[in-house]
């Protein structure tokens, strides 16, 4: 499985932004079954969860940092997931990466170690 992350960039405090990561894994792959998960990293600190969603699309998770902000998606048809960012802040500069996880779990991963296929990672940054 491979992933493409896009879509960061450079906005303003109060703007907004959507990453997508598309997702490759051969002939009939679909999103179908799979986690995703969208995580940040600043230097020097811990890669964090941000909005993961589960491998049915029924459940998912924000961090308080994000909650009411951003908006997690998927598309299975296109295997491609989505995070839309509205009202950033500069604290969400950061470089984000999404990953997936095959899972039937109702419950969406929400530590890095939990996922199998990581993006490149697309840099986010807020101007105040």
């Known amino acids: 499985v491979q992933l493409q992350a896009s879509g960061g960039g450079l906005v303003r405090a109060g703007g907004s932004l959507r990453l997508s990561c598309a997702a490759s894994g051969g002939s009939g792959f679909t999103l179908e079954d799979w986690a995703i998960g969208w995580f940040r990293q600043t230097p020097g600190k811990e890669r964090e969860a941000v909005s993961c969603i589960s491998g049915n699309g029924d459940s998912t998770y924000y961090s308080d940092s994000v909650k009411g902000r951003f908006t997690i998606s998927r598309d299975i048809a296109e295997s491609t997931g989505y995070l839309q960012m509205n009202s950033l802040k500069p604290e969400d500069t950061a470089v984000y990466y999404c990953?997936?996880?095959?899972?039937?779990?109702?419950?969406?991963?929400?530590?890095?170690?939990?996922?199998?296929?990581w993006g490149q990672g697309t840099q986010v940054t807020v101007s105040s």
């Open positions: 990953a997936v996880m095959f899972s039937f779990h109702d419950v969406p991963p929400t530590t890095p170690s939990q996922y199998d296929y």
